[in-house]
């Protein structure tokens, strides 16, 4: 039977339909996963294909002193690369090589032997060795220009300063602390292909134009106080025969650090030549016992509290007292010494005597209050917070010898920074490396200014310190007597701490540091420094190892012209400047108070405004010659006593 032609023929319709439309709706599912599902995946990789983002990293910021001096810079130095594609002969070539860069022939060929059409031989190289290359004209062999880091000042402020890398990331100190400030935001660009595959740059491709340039750092460093004082450090750990040695500067009123050495230092510029533990900064990243330095500020809390008077007297037991299993000495034998004595002639005796008076907790939470056991908070990489037991585990024992600084372990910043507080009327602030920073437009970026932490003690309680620190230097028989400066009051304490002896469980009979710390002028103070030398074969008392040294700083600074920064401090820079900046205490809440303890200063004076002030202070003046006060004795800052008479020379400056 034959099937009627009309039924075959909607068969077949239906058939072509139905596999349309199954043709249609994978077509559409398909279009759907590449374009919806898929579409950013597979731009990407078309991207990769035919396009690049070239990052192009701009000039690293500088790095300047707070008299606009450079103290970091980069500049444009050659780079040794070659084409391995080009090269014919890898051995004959990595031979001439190697003769002129100074390297080992193998390397060399290793990356000349390679496939592909770029490779690194040698990374910034001297203009020399630039020449030299260029000069053996060899085909696949190129100079490239980098930038490279430079430190015009070689060791000056190494440890401080840090260094950057091959690829212009910091690595050690403030390089590495605002390495995003001083790098900045990289500049990208698109390269695509052309039909030929031939690279070509798409212009108008440069993204990320609106990207923050990179910025110069402003430090509170003065350079030429930095210099005097590595350089003074340098020759005392030579002459004492000392491991090494650290050393501040700081404005106590503000908390800037003008100066901060250590001894061995380092060159960044061939930071690779030296061991890590020479980059390390000492000054905020090794704890030591404080020793006798610790002393003022057992004396400030017995003294704040009202445990203690400054004549009280205690005796010290001639030389030897028994404290539990423990018996503590003096290095002198002393009966009976009054606060201030105890100061005077350092003796741990007296100290142990005032802690136990002002008690353990008590004890405890001045040294807290003075910053000790927390980091200070300097804005710089690996600073410690020393170590620091609750007070609740103290023994009778433990009481004792932190009242003369042993058993507790402090950074030079904590010690330099305690000290500040005393000579800032007991206002404790924060100390800080960097003023600011400006980009290349001149505008400031961000601004660090000076911030109170607290008030530990009282102004009257200050005064009282300065007072006794003042004896230890200026009287006779004071540990500090080395430290003393003609015509200038100086405050200060020496110290002396042995080191414990890990190996041995013990602290060591040989090893000590030897350390001393003070600010001057007495009355008034611009400058805290503080002298820590480790390991002293020679001299390893503080008083005559490192006092000197302090006393040469001191000098330098007063009479070597380096002290603009008591007035104003210019921010500048090669391509703009930041505002002058006056520094404001209105938030400090301080009220000014004379000091009725201490020789107050009358150089600079007239004679009608000298004997108006010590009248005031109830001194007797006596005046030699006219005109204007030009010395004095006794020195201003010198404590008044029994005997509250001065002799002023005038000059009319003929």
């Given amino acids: 039977m034959i099937k009627k032609p009309g039924k075959w023929l909607r068969f077949r319709t239906i058939t072509l339909m139905v596999f349309s439309l199954v043709f249609f709706i994978a077509l559409i599912s398909r279009t759907f ?12 990789q078309a991207d990769r294909q035919h396009t690049k983002t070239l990052r192009h990293q701009p ?84 100079l490239t220009k980098e930038l490279k880091r430079f430190y015009p000042n070689s060791e000056l402020a190494g440890q401080l300063l ?48 609106a990207e923050d340039d990179n910025c110069n750092l402003i430090l509170t460093l003065d350079g030429r106080i930095q210099y005097l004082v590595e350089s003074q450090l340098r020759d005392a750990v030579r002459e004492t025969g000392a491991k090494g040695g650290i050393a501040v500067v700081m404005d106590p009123k ?75 000495r003096d290095v002198k034998k002393h009966k009976e010494l009054s606060l201030q004595e105890i100061l005077k002639y350092s003796s741990n005796i007296g100290a142990v005597k005032v802690a136990d008076v002002l008690g353990r907790e008590r004890f405890y939470q001045y040294i807290r209050k003075f910053g000790f056991g927390s980091r200070t908070g300097i804005g710089l990489p690996g600073e410690s917070s020393g170590i620091l037991r609750a007070s609740q585990k103290w023994t009778k024992v433990d009481t004792a010898t932190i009242a003369f600084g042993q058993g507790v372990s402090v950074t030079a910043i904590q010690l330099i920074t305690a000290l500040s507080a005393i000579a800032n009327d007991g206002v404790l602030m924060k100390p800080y490396v960097v003023r600011g920073l400006i980009d290349h437009k001149g505008r400031v970026v961000k601004e660090f200014t000076p911030t109170v932490v607290r008030r530990v003690i009282s102004p009257s309680t200050a005064g009282k310190l300065v007072s006794i620190l003042t004896s230890v230097v200026e009287e006779e028989g004071g540990t500090g007597s080395n430290a003393r400066i003609a015509n200038v009051g100086v405050a200060g304490k020496s110290g002396t701490s042995q ?26 103070p611009h400058f805290a420094i ?94 030699v010659g006219s005109g204007w006060a030009e010395r004095q004795k006794p020195s201003a800052g010198a404590p008044l006593k029994n005997h509250r008479s001065c002799v002023v020379f005038f000059s009319d400056g003929s």
């Fill in 59 to 142: 000039e690293r910021g500088l790095i300047l002193d707070r008299n606009g001096e450079k103290l970091a810079a980069s500049v444009m130095v050659d780079s040794v690369c070659a084409n391995p594609a080009k090269i014919n002969n890898p051995r004959e070539v990595s031979s001439r090589l190697s003769s002129v860069l100074n390297t080992g022939r193998r390397p060399i060929l290793k990356k000349l032997s390679k496939s592909g059409s770029f490779c690194w031989l040698t990374r910034r190289v001297s203009p020399a060795c630039a020449d030299d290359v260029t000069a053996l004209n060899i085909d696949g062999i190129y």
């Fill in 162 to 209: 840090g260094f950057a890398g091959l690829d212009s990331t910091g690595l050690e100190g403030l390089e590495l602390k605002y390495d995003s400030y001083l790098r900045g935001k990289p500049e990208k660009c698109l390269w695509g292909r052309d039909a030929k595959g031939k690279r070509i740059f798409l212009q108008g491709s440069s993204i990320d134009e």
């Fill in 33 to 44: 996963q590449l374009q919806i599902l898929y579409g950013e995946t597979l731009k990407a």
């Fill in 530 to 623: 503080l002298v820590v030398l480790d390991e002293p074969e020679k001299h390893r008392w503080g008083g005559v190892a490192a006092a000197p040294v302090f006393k040469n700083i001191a000098e330098q600074i007063l009479y070597g012209g380096n002290s603009s920064h008591l007035t104003k401090c210019a921010y500048e820079a090669d391509s703009g400047r930041m505002r002058d900046y006056v520094v404001k205490r209105a938030d400090l809440t301080i009220t000014e108070t004379s000091n009725e303890s201490i020789m107050p200063d009358f150089m600079g004076m007239s004679m009608r405004k000298a004997l108006k002030l010590s009248q005031e202070r109830g001194v007797d003046l006596k005046i």
């Fill in 499 to 524: 080191k414990f002896d890990f190996a041995e469980g013990r602290y060591s009979h040989d090893k000590v540091k030897a350390s001393f710390m003070g600010f001057f002028p007495a009355v008034d």
């Fill in 254 to 328: 503000t908390g800037e650090i003008l100066a901060m050495a250590n001894v061995p230092g380092f060159n960044p510029n061939t930071f690779f030549r030296y061991s890590s533990k020479v980059w390390r900064n000492k000054v905020i990243t090794d704890c030591f016992d404080p020793g006798s330095t610790f002393k003022p500020f057992l004396a400030a809390g017995a003294l704040e509290e009202d445990a203690v008077k400054e004549d009280d007297t205690f005796y010290c037991e001639n030389g030897a007292y028994r404290v539990g299993n423990k018996t503590i």
